[in-house]
Each structure stands twice: as C-alpha cells, then as structure tokens.
C-alpha cells in the first residue's frame, strides 16, 4: 500500500476507534504521514494565532491527559500501521515521516507534557528502529522556554534524535500582536529561540500571508524585519521552513487574512537563501 492509500485506510481507522488524542494526518511539512499527538483536544491555547486552523480554539487551561488512553491509542495506531504494512516490502519507518506534538494548542502549555514525552520515548524503544516512525517532533510556539522542566524535556527529545519546529511570524512586536495575538516582545521570543537551540536540534517554521492593513495590503512577517531578527541565529538553527495558508483559518471572521502568491512565498526563500539561510518551501 502506498503511503497516501495507508493515510486514507488509517484515517478510516481512526474514525472508527474515537481516538481523543492521536490523529493522523497528511503534513506538507513533513512531507507524508504524520501522527499527531494532541494534548489540548479541549481547544485551548495560551496564542490566538489569525490564522490558526483548530475550530473553536478558545484561551484557557490545558485538560489532564488521561495518559493511559494516549498511550493505548498510539499503540493501537502503531499496531494498526504494523499489521497493514506487513505484507508490502516498505517498513512503518518509510511510510510515517514522524510522531508530532502538535495538536489544537500548544503541547509545552501541558504540565504533563514532560511525562507524556518520556512515555513515548519508552515507546519507541520498545519497537525495532525499522518498525517505528522515522522523526520525533515538537511543533511549538516556544513561549514556555524559560521553564527548566521544559528545557530538561528538549533536553531528552535531543538525546531521542528529536527535533523542535519553532514557531517564528513576526519582524516586530507588532506583528506579534497582530499575527500571534500576544504582548510577547519579539526580542524575548527570539531569546526562548535561542534557547532552543542550545537544546535541541531546532528548525524556524514561519507561516506567510497577506492582511489588511488600514486599506493596504501588507505581507506577513515584514522581511527586513524578520530578517534582522534571525541573522544573529543563523549558524544555530538548522533551517527554516516557510509556508502559505493552505486552509482557511477557523480566526480570521472577518477575512482578513489571504493566501500569498507562490511568487512571494519564493521572494522570502530566495533572500533568506541568498544571506546563507538553509530553507525549506511550503506553497
Ligand atoms: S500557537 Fe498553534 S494552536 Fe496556538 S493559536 Fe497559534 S497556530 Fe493555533
């Protein structure tokens, strides 16, 4: 079965098995077959992002996990993807590009997310290095890097040959605001970043689009900006990842927020390349 057939089965699977907290999904970024772990199924977030796609998504506490469920689900996941790939010459590591924190808020928010992480870590052990996915992912808005426990857990996700993606949108504080709804200074966030990186194997995700501005049409993060911004970061991350709005966001009421052109999207790599940047595009 080809890797699209086996998401479209598992998807049918997963309807099936009311899983509250594992999700597969078909990630651009990841370039396949993902599995999604989320731990906010309550739709909280501590960001309110204008183009965030988790319909419902509401401000307030991360929900206590019932980590025996997720843990029997992403087993019966894994099983599921053992089984129905068995009988073809490819291995559950070339058709599942990763297991990614992720989900409908921000996993780090989670006082259990630690914990959750050390349960899948010991997971992964348990299974062949062929009979599990190929990466280990944090997808995340960094806004709680200042916390030891967390820094401890990207600590651990690096010795388990994880990666942390980094949520970057902004050129200044105001695009902060504007994009991320949050009073976050740029300058602390590009500290947190720092941080990361020191951590754990850290790759920049920034999403690009145009809104409505006082009548103008403006584009999202303004590039001298954001350019300024991850110049001193160069040599400490590993790359960054840039992509349009595929999907309509379930914030933007007021339609304010437009897909760019892929021509723009290719303006933003080509510079960001050009100034010795490793960049991967997501149209
Ligand atoms: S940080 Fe992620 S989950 Fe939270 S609002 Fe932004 S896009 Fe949505």
């Known amino acids: 079965m080809e890797p699209s057939a086996l998401f479209n089965a598992l998807t049918s699977y997963a309807s099936t098995r009311h899983w509250q907290y594992i999700y597969p999904v078909w990630s651009r970024r990841a370039q396949g077959l993902s599995i999604g772990i989320n731990l906010h199924p309550n739709h909280c977030c501590n960001w309110h992002c204008v183009y965030c796609q988790v319909p419902g998504l509401q401000r307030g506490p991360s929900p206590t996990i019932d ?6 689900e992403l087993t019966d996941c894994l099983n599921w ?34 914990e959750i992480l050390d349960m899948v870590a010991h997971l992964m052990q348990q299974r062949k290095p062929h009979d599990r996915p190929a990466n280990l992912r944090l997808i995340t808005n960094g806004s709680q890097l200042q916390h030891a426990h967390i820094q401890h857990a990207l600590k651990r996700l690096h010795e388990m040959g994880g990666e942390v993606w980094f ?6 504080d105001g695009e902060m605001l504007a994009v991320n709804d949050t009073h976050l200074p740029l300058a602390l966030h590009l500290q947190r970043l720092q941080t ?30 954001y350019m300024e911004a991850l110049l001193p970061l160069k040599q400490r991350i590993s790359g960054i990842l840039l992509y349009g709005i595929a999907r309509p966001s379930q914030q933007d009421l007021r339609g304010c927020i437009q897909a760019t052109s892929e021509k723009i999207l290719e303006k933003y790599a080509s510079t960001l390349r050009t100034q010795g940047f490793r960049v991967r595009m997501f149209v």
């Open 67 to 72: 980590t025996h469920r997720l843990q029997q």
């Open 81 to 114: 993807l053992t089984l129905h790939i068995h009988h073809t010459t490819l291995t559950l590591r070339d058709c599942v590009q990763d297991i990614a924190f992720a989900g409908d808020g921000e996993p780090t928010t989670s006082p259990q997310f630690a």
């Open 167 to 172: 949520k970057l949108d902004a050129g200044n």
């Open 196 to 225: 990361c990186c020191t951590l754990c194997t850290t790759w920049v995700q920034t999403a690009i689009f145009s809104r409505s501005l006082h009548g103008e049409t403006v584009t999202t993060p303004t590039l001298p900006g």
